[in-house]
């Protein structure tokens, strides 16, 4: 029977019908025709229904990129220094008197700087410190200043009668336990210790910053401040009256 079917020419959508009508039974064909025509409905609407604004948006290499400016920082004025009490350089550690235990991160408070009290004699600062102690001028002085060899520069001590009784910082770094240095402000230091400060005029065209402990017991000790004309420390000092007392030191 197949025989007398007339044969169709390769090709072209009337032949590939006539072969899908001679493999497939009717029904079958006709279920290929639903899926052929699904298939080909998902294709086109796919293809057209692309929204140019899904894309991702590419910026060119070329683009510049964005300028980021930083303020610049503000360095604090260095401290101003003072020579007029004794040379501000420490002396040097030599094998007899290697560098001790103060440094640049020791701190002052109202009765010495760090190990080293106020009333003790130089040989027990030297033994409570592990630092050598030399003197700055005439020891047959009843005052006079001793330095910590290889310790922070800009300290000095003074030796009344004997005993420790102040310490003096000229320049250098060293500051107060609470943070109250030569790169301080007259009004940082009023700041940090409200209703504590006792000022007067100073001797270096500024003001005279003491500052007064509350406890009974710490009442013959002073930290004083020296600030010049345009409010900065230019120096400071601890220790006990009256030998804290005199911005001149031992003079």
């Known amino acids: 029977m197949l025989a007398n079917v007339p044969k169709r020419k390769k090709g072209g959508l009337s032949w590939f019908a006539y072969n899908l009508c001679v493999t497939f039974p009717p029904p079958l064909f006709r279920l290929s025709r639903l899926i052929l025509g699904f298939g080909l ?8 229904s692309s929204d140019p604004d899904d894309e991702v948006l590419v910026v060119p290499s070329s683009a510049p990129e964005p300028v980021v400016t930083i303020a610049p920082v503000t360095q604090p004025p260095a401290p101003p220094e003072r020579a007029d009490l004794f040379a501000t350089a420490a002396p040097a550690a030599t094998a007899e008197c290697p560098v001790g235990g103060l440094d640049n991160n020791s701190s002052v408070s109202t009765v010495g700087l760090d190990e080293v009290l106020f009333g003790m004699t130089v040989n027990q600062a030297q033994s409570a410190a592990g630092i050598c102690l030399v003197p700055e001028n005439e020891v047959a002085r009843d005052c006079y200043y001793v330095r910590p060899v290889g310790g922070p520069d800009g300290v000095g001590f003074m030796v009344t009668n004997g005993t420790i009784e102040r310490v003096d910082i000229i320049s250098g770094t060293l500051t107060t336990r609470s ?20 000022t007067t005029t100073g001797a270096f065209g500024g003001n005279q910053l003491a500052f007064i402990p509350s406890d009974a017991d710490d ?15 230019v120096s400071f000092r601890s220790g006990r009256l009256p030998q804290v007392s005199s911005a001149s030191g031992c003079a």
């Open 219 to 233: 009442q013959q000790f002073r930290v004083i401040w020296e600030t010049n004309a345009d409010g900065n420390v």
């Open 41 to 48: 409905t998902v294709l086109l609407f796919t293809s057209c």
């Open 179 to 198: 943070g109250a240095g030569l790169r301080s402000t007259e009004q940082q230091i009023l700041d940090l210790f409200p209703g504590k400060i006792e």
